[in-house]
């Protein structure tokens, strides 16, 4: 059998040909898109329940029996709510609720920005209100009121921000909206301050939200976290102090390691509420405790410690219950009265499919293919390749076979 060089260098490359198939794809399929990591299985109608909710591991430690009718510990970072009791009840927030006015109002002016109150600005404060002490005629950085917001939990303050801002029923909406947008959808906002009125409630779930949003502005978080400032009063100013004693240790409450704040409140209606934020090494918790049965006006304090306490030595050790993260929301549906097929036009009905390829690709003609496997003519390509190396592998052994024994 006589073989030329070309016919064996025709046989020696189709032969690499056929063995180098398989290691393509191998190749290909080694830089695909990994596989996600798997995530904790979290089912959020367990927060909707009454009682303690938590999923232990082992190991994990129990968590304290505080009194407060409700209260969240969550994870800062992630969102992911370790336990809680009672997340969803509807109860007064007092002065927690200013985490969502300042929430709403903060990006709305420069903190170096100055105003001179009106004296309208002062109206219809509620009787018996905490106050920084803010006068009609003077002249007030933004950040001077924040202050007085954050640390004497003025409600005068807070009266003149939302004039700044539109005025108390367009900051009660604006409140209100911007709670739905954060997921919060247990607050109802009537009155922006946190000052008892019909019908004005929110959740230990929404406040924590409220509290672990604010953590994400540094502005929000420098207010909270101050212990001590000076208010202005015309020609001289006075010392104000943060009425959180987690944050100052005062009145015989032990400050707390790493607190960050973040809010504290007071009503008849409401009873003691705190939102409180604090930092471990890298990790950040947020508590929120609505209203102690036990103790005395300071027992919310000692019951958020406790919450705080549980939730450092629990981390890692506790399957989450919940997510203070909104829930994704779904796929919007045409307005009444529009047109379904306007809503999902594409080219050939006027839509432009390289603005919206998603909508290009549900309304174009052909399926893609299903599970990486080409089809038609890219298919049959492969085929070809693949018989046309198999016979010239087997010309390439018959050679070798036979062609060695001479002529």
């Excluded at 398989?22 to 990994?34: F, G, K, L, Y």
């Amino acid at each position: 059998m006589i073989v030329t060089p070309a016919v064996r260098h025709t046989a020696a490359g189709a032969a690499a040909l056929l063995l180098a198939l398989p290691v393509t794809a191998a190749s290909a399929a080694s830089v695909a898109e990994p596989t996600p990591p798997a995530r904790h299985a979290v089912d959020p109608a367990r927060l909707d329940r009454s009682g303690t909710q938590v999923q232990p591991l082992r190991g994990a430690p129990e968590p304290p029996a505080v009194s407060a009718l409700s209260w969240v510990v969550a994870d800062a970072s992630t969102g992911e709510v370790l336990a809680a009791r009672n997340a969803h009840e509807p109860l007064p927030p007092a002065s927690t609720l200013k985490t969502l006015f300042a929430l709403t109002a903060l990006p709305g002016h420069d903190p170096e920005e100055q105003h001179t109150v009106l004296d309208e600005e002062l109206y219809n404060i509620g009787d018996g209100s905490s106050l920084v002490g803010v006068k009609e005629g003077y002249t007030y950085k933004v950040s001077d009121l924040w202050n007085g917001v954050f640390l004497s939990s003025g409600n005068d303050a807070v009266h003149v921000l939302a004039a700044m801002n539109g005025g108390w029923d367009a900051m009660s909406a604006k409140m209100q909206r911007k709670a739905r947008e954060l997921g919060a959808r247990d607050t109802q906002v009537v009155s922006p301050d946190g000052y008892d009125a019909p019908g004005q409630v929110s959740s230990a779930y929404d406040l924590a939200v409220f509290g672990r949003a604010g953590l994400q502005d540094p502005r929000f978080v420098r207010y909270c976290s101050t212990p001590y400032a000076d208010f202005p009063a015309g020609s001289w100013s006075y010392g104000i102090v943060n009425t959180n004693r987690l944050l100052t240790g005062a009145d015989g409450v032990a400050p707390y390691p790493g607190l960050i704040g973040v809010k504290n409140g007071y009503t008849s209606g409401a009873g003691n509420t705190l939102v409180a934020a604090a930092r471990h090494g890298n990790r950040t918790l947020v508590v929120s405790v609505m209203n102690p049965q036990g103790g005395d006006g300071f027992a919310v304090y000692e019951e958020t410690r406790e919450l705080l306490d549980w939730g450092f030595g629990a981390w890692g050790r506790v399957t989450p219950v919940g997510s203070l993260k909104p829930a994704e929301e779904p796929h919007k549906q045409p307005e009444e009265g529009q047109d379904r097929t306007q809503a999902q036009a594409g080219p050939e009905d006027g839509g432009d499919s390289r603005r919206n390829p998603r909508a290009a690709a549900a309304t174009g003609p052909r399926e893609a293919p299903r599970d990486g496997v080409p089809s038609g003519s890219t298919a049959r390509l492969p085929l070809a390749l693949i018989g046309a190396a198999f016979g010239a592998a087997l010309s390439l052994w018959l050679w070798r076979r036979f062609g060695t024994r001479g002529n």
